[in-house]
């Protein structure tokens, strides 16, 4: 049996296929994004992502996401989702209140889910938001979805965890993966990858963003601890 991350890593496993939508679609998204982009594309999609994440600092960012969520507690229960995706828009230099959509997106983000003029408007949403429909902002949208579910998840499953925040992470890497499964195909087949030990993937496709994601999901632990004033 070849391991998760000899899998990942061999060209031979490709991506779940996507089709293209018009701009401002789900479609649209999907086939302009890192994460479904393969060879030069997807280098040139990639490298949009990382520079913007190499002008976020990670302190900022847990700074920020405490301070929302303490604030967020003061008026009743915490929307993890939304302080992670205001949070990530505010170090992109996007304007409040895009989560609610983001969230939606999320939802179909996956090739293998279909989605419905809900989303598609949705997308068109935070495509205005982000100035047009371009690389640049698919790479933008793409970095609200994919770490809206998936950082949200993992400080859900932290939240039982008595440590400081940086071993509750951990631990909850290990144990309660947010992310437990990719997809990936050969021959026409259906493959599902067990992440165990590689809770950010592995390979060309490895997340470009686990330290920004550990900072906000660290700044969120350490409100949601504090007692309300």
Same mark, same amino acid.
């Given at each position: 049996m070849i391991e998760a991350s000899e899998l990942l890593a061999d060209p031979r496993f490709t991506l779940p296929p996507v089709f293209a939508g018009a701009p401002g679609t789900i479609g649209w998204l999907r086939t302009n994004v @890192? !994460?479904? =982009?393969t060879g030069q594309a997807h280098t040139r999609r990639r490298s949009l992502v990382t520079e913007e994440l190499a002008g976020m600092d990670p302190a900022w960012l847990r700074r920020e996401a405490f301070d929302r969520t303490v604030e967020a507690k !003061?008026?009743?229960?915490?929307?993890? $989702?939304?302080i992670v995706v205001e949070t990530l828009a505010a170090a992109l230099g996007l304007r409040a209140g895009l989560s609610?959509? *983001?969230v939606i997106v999320a939802k179909a983000y996956q090739p293998h889910v279909e989605a419905t003029s809900v989303e598609d408007a949705a997308v068109a949403r935070l495509v205005e938001a982000c100035g047009g429909a371009s690389e640049q902002?698919?790479?933008? +949208? %793409?970095?609200?979805?994919? @770490?809206?579910? @998936?950082?949200a998840g993992l400080v859900e499953n932290a939240l039982g965890e008595t440590v400081a925040a940086e071993e509750a992470?951990? @631990?909850?890497?290990? /144990?309660? #993966? #947010?992310? =437990?499964m990719t997809r990936r195909? $050969?021959? %026409? !087949?259906? +493959? /599902?990858v067990d992440l165990t030990g590689l809770p950010f993937g592995?390979? #060309? $496709? *490895?997340? #470009? %963003?686990? *330290?920004?994601a550990l900072a906000i999901a660290? %700044? +969120?632990l350490d409100a949601r601890r504090q007692a309300v004033c």
């Open positions: @890192a !994460r479904f =982009s !003061r008026f009743g229960p915490v929307d993890l $989702k939304a609610a959509d *983001v902002t698919a790479a933008l +949208i %793409g970095l609200l979805v994919q @770490a809206c579910d @998936a950082t992470l951990a @631990a909850t890497l290990r /144990e309660r #993966p #947010p992310v =437990s195909y $050969k021959d %026409g !087949r259906l +493959i /599902e592995h390979g #060309p $496709k *490895v997340c #470009p %963003g686990q *330290v920004h660290a %700044g +969120i």
